[in-house]
């Protein structure tokens, strides 16, 4: 590994939606002059920039999602479908969290049809061989891509707090491995993505199994040593199981050109400043670059 290199991958989806909702509880939008919101770009600037004074990187890239349908969705219908529609208050504030990338020099990464998930594990996959990797989300479903030079960093409560996964100490923290986290989310579906596992295996019963038999191919494949009831579940709820583990795996193999040249961290912060004062009409914006210049 090249010390020197370091990769920060930010999911821009997690960091936008998680300052608007941090602040949204309100009814402080932070609207402008313009009559635009901005509470979630005061989020996101809060969170993009601790991430960058935390981890020190080398290169950055930020992620998102290109649209709500993905090929997921034509595995299985109901796939996230139970999620409302963002408020309105949010919409405008989703190109502009990208001009605010796109001035920082950082390079935002998406692909129609794809999830951000899909983009950070691609570019995770082809960064990591010869960079160190650190993905910040908020989204555990990440977890899975820990590797040789992946970590992924978890944000938690308050800004700047982080739990870190690696190789060093995943299993500790999660009694699985980065690839388990495939086969759990198979077994006991995921609420929030709206798919569903065997139905009455929760996380307890999957860890359980997974800690004895490893992997859900395996675990068919000694079926006859379960219980008679989780026997029965199996076998009724089977197709669920298979998509459910199909579903909860990041695609890392998304057809994008991307050099990482252009993701190289700069600390030219002049037309940030001028675009968060003038466009945005945020006043004293060091209080996000005075940290990132040193």
Not at 22 to 49: D, E, H, W
Not at 193 to 207: M, Q, S
Not at 236 to 253: G, P, V, W
């Amino acid at each position: 590994m090249n010390e020197k290199s370091h990769v920060l991958i930010i999911d821009g989806m997690a960091l936008l939606f998680r300052g608007f909702f941090a602040t949204a509880f309100t009814g402080n939008f932070m609207v402008n002059s313009k009559g635009i919101p901005r509470n979630g770009l005061f989020g996101f600037l809060n969170y993009f920039t601790n991430a960058i004074e935390t981890f020190q990187p080398t290169h950055v890239i930020c992620c998102w999602d290109m649209g709500s349908k993905t090929f997921r969705n034509e595995w299985y219908e109901g796939y996230k479908s139970n999620r409302e529609a963002p408020p309105e208050e949010l919409v405008p504030q989703f190109d502009l969290a990208k001009d605010i990338v796109t001035m920082f020099q950082v390079p935002n990464v998406g692909e129609v049809g794809y999830e951000a998930d899909d983009c950070i594990g691609t570019l995770a996959e082809n960064l990591h061989k010869d960079h160190l990797v650190t993905i910040v989300s908020g989204d555990q479903d990440l977890l899975q891509l820990v590797d040789d030079n992946i970590q992924v960093a978890i944000m938690k409560k308050g800004q700047g707090n982080y739990d870190v996964f690696n190789q060093d100490n995943f299993y500790e923290k999660m009694a699985l491995t980065p690839k388990q986290i495939i086969e759990l989310k198979g077994l006991m579906g995921d609420s929030s993505d709206n798919y569903p596992g065997i139905k009455g295996v929760g996380e307890k019963t999957a860890l359980k199994l997974l800690q004895e038999y490893n992997t859900i191919d395996n675990l068919l494949a000694h079926k006859e040593q379960l219980t008679k009831g989780m026997q029965k579940k199996i076998d009724t709820y089977y197709d669920d199981l298979m998509i459910s583990r199909k579903l909860a795996a990041i695609y890392t193999k998304v057809p994008f050109d991307f050099s990482i040249e252009e993701a190289k961290w700069t600390q030219d912060l002049t037309a940030i400043e001028t675009y968060l004062m003038e466009e945005l009409e945020f006043q004293h914006p060091d209080r996000w670059l005075g940290k990132l210049i040193g």
